[in-house]
């Protein structure tokens, strides 16, 4: 009895499919689904970008970008949250920005769905840290933590008051307890 190997699809095959909704990534020769975002995800995802770019887009100093695919290293992510600095972000010759994002995010960001499994999306992090990336943060909002992963693929575990390592040159003190309260509307 033989055994059928299906083999892996190549990148550029991946990258000829149609756009999926939720988005699809391309990691080590597997595509994956991404769940589709949650309240509690929503929220996180949706408060973080505006909090980032109220700071950093009239400055030009970096900008956050929701669910943007990011093809680099051989995979394709689609972080929660793509920061890039200013300087980084893909502009065609006209100055219009680009619709393709060859390069890793500068800052990514992971928001934990109640259906992931926490090891897929921290190997995502781990893969944005190997190709330069140069802060990666795991939000978990059901254990209300957020690992941290720094460069060389130093990771650390932050929850309550503590202070959050954000991305040099980004003027912004926050805390878990901050992010997690962007949760409660009462």
């Given amino acids: 009895m033989s ?29 994956i689904q991404k769940p589709m975002p949650q309240g509690e995800h929503s929220r996180v ?10 700071i950093v887009e009239s400055q030009k100093i970096a900008y956050a970008f929701p669910e943007l695919r990011c093809t680099f290293g051989g995979d394709v992510i689609v972080p929660d949250v793509a920061v890039f600095r200013w300087e980084r972000i893909p502009i ?50 059901e254990e209300a933590t957020i690992i941290v992963v720094f460069p060389g693929q130093r990771v650390e575990l932050f929850t309550g008051a503590n202070q959050l390592p954000i991305l040099t040159g980004v003027e912004l003190e926050l805390t878990p307890e901050q992010v997690f309260g962007w949760l409660t509307f009462i």
């Fill in 3 to 31: 055994i059928a190997i299906k083999p892996k699809l190549t990148l550029k095959e991946f990258l000829k499919l149609p756009e999926t909704k939720p988005a699809s990534e391309f990691i080590n020769g597997e595509i």
């Fill in 45 to 54: 995802q949706g408060k973080f970008c505006t909090v980032i770019n109220q």
């Fill in 92 to 141: 065609e010759p006209s100055g219009r920005i680009a619709n393709r994002f060859e390069i890793h995010p500068d800052w990514a960001i992971e928001i934990l769905s109640p259906d992931q499994r926490q090891t897929k999306v921290f190997s995502k992090l781990l893969h944005c840290s190997q190709h330069g990336t140069e802060l990666g943060w795991l939000i978990d909002p």
